[in-house]
DNA sequence: CCATGAAATGAGAGTAGCTGTCAAAAGGTG
DNA sequence: CACCTTTTGACAGCTACTCTCATTTCATGG
């Protein structure tokens, strides 16, 4: 549900033969940077957290901290689903309904990001109830993942991506599924996940059915 | 389009006899905070201008621009819709669709925004475009404003305001017109925003409709 | 295997947004 | 006019973030 760049990494950071030392160490520094980040948000807070304190704890400078991540926010929150979800979306066989893809997709996405690390999904959408920066800043990203959004729905159907209808299209849907993981959150993630963005999905397709209290 | 305090004024800040001198003074310094920011943006930018600068051209301290206004962009951002636009819904009729419901009294505020200061909408609808921060802090009041749809969704069709389906359902809506006010600025505000919105609305309510490329 | 060039890092200084405290000034009230 | 409350300004302080420059670390061709 975000741009920017390195993998979360299906591999090891260090069995990748194909990468340089230099391009290696680069992405432990990076991973090194997000661990001490999330430890010591747990521990203390994210306001309570400083650069300084990663920095220190990641065992590197202050600097270098800002070279990899432009903002505090970026260190919890980046991740790199949205070329994930763009490549299945355009896997998806072009006669399949629109909002069937999607459906599809989303619970792929899920179950990936859900496998990939429990915890830090739940400590992220957390903080984005908590910290109004990192809800900020995420749904800053709202704007980058629609313009993907309204890509794909523009090779679906043949529309002009840039078109006032798909761009307001892709953001209602955006605002939903942001919603839902605000809702998810909110509830103590209680609910499963699949089954609210399931809900999530009917509301757009259909509308708020008639009369159900 | 935005919670907070203090309304526009629909009276000049010196004619309000019921009101203390006390009282006329917070507007005054308030109006005078924001009418700085306002020029000074104009002239050298968002970025290039600093709270101290406002506040020398306010003719206040640093320390009271922060009184006022929490944060820099919310000088640029905060206004008074929110409230208004509530009355509005709770004053159409009940049995009003509620998607013409939403479109009368979304055309009916804009026109009251653009007539209130051209200018002003303008200005702000290209920050949203042109600054981070403040396309950031928009959306951040989104959450706001989807707090206050969704109470009055609930009052509309009796189902539980805080349901995961009225709140995406509310989102969706928020979403969408937020994505109108990026398109128009993006174009320059060539379009007539009133028509915008209305094509918005059809989107909401019909999805996109089948081919029309 | 070493020398040369390129990239990554660290150190430090600087900016600006924002918070908190406290004493002085201004407004309201008897 | 005196007393109390609210608002203000001055100041100190914190932290995210930027920029610059010297140093270190890796890559590469001879």
């Not at 194909?18 to 290696?24: H, K, M, P």
């Not at 990939?116 to 749904?139: G, K």
């Not at 209808?165 to 892709?170: I, N, P, Q, W």
């Amino acid at each position: 549900m975000n741009s920017m760049t390195a993998a979360p990494s299906p591999f090891s950071p260090t069995d990748r033969p194909q990468l340089g030392l230099r391009e290696r160490k680069k992405i432990k520094t990076r991973e090194a940077i997000r661990t001490a980040t999330y430890a010591l948000v747990r521990e203390q807070g994210y306001d309570a957290t400083t650069i300084e304190q990663i920095a220190e704890r990641a065992e590197v400078s202050p600097s270098t901290v800002f070279r990899y991540f432009p903002t505090k926010e970026d260190i919890v929150l980046t991740d790199e689903y949205d070329p994930l979800i763009m490549e299945e979306l355009r896997a998806r066989p072009m006669d399949e309904p629109w909002m069937d893809t999607l459906r599809f997709v989303m619970q792929k996405a899920i179950r990936l990001g859900i496998k990939d690390d429990p915890e830090v999904s739940r400590l992220r959408t957390h903080l984005m109830v908590q910290v109004p920066a990192v809800r900020s800043r995420m749904m800053e990203s709202m704007s980058v993942t629609g313009t993907m959004l309204c890509q794909a729905i523009g090779e679906r159907t043949g529309r002009d991506p840039d078109s006032l209808e798909v761009r307001v299209y892709a953001m209602a849907i955006i605002g939903g599924l942001m919603e839902t993981s605000l809702y998810w959150a909110e509830n103590d993630h209680r609910d499963d996940f699949k089954d609210l963005v399931d809900r999530t999905m009917d509301v757009l397709e259909h509308g708020l059915s008639p009369e159900k209290p």
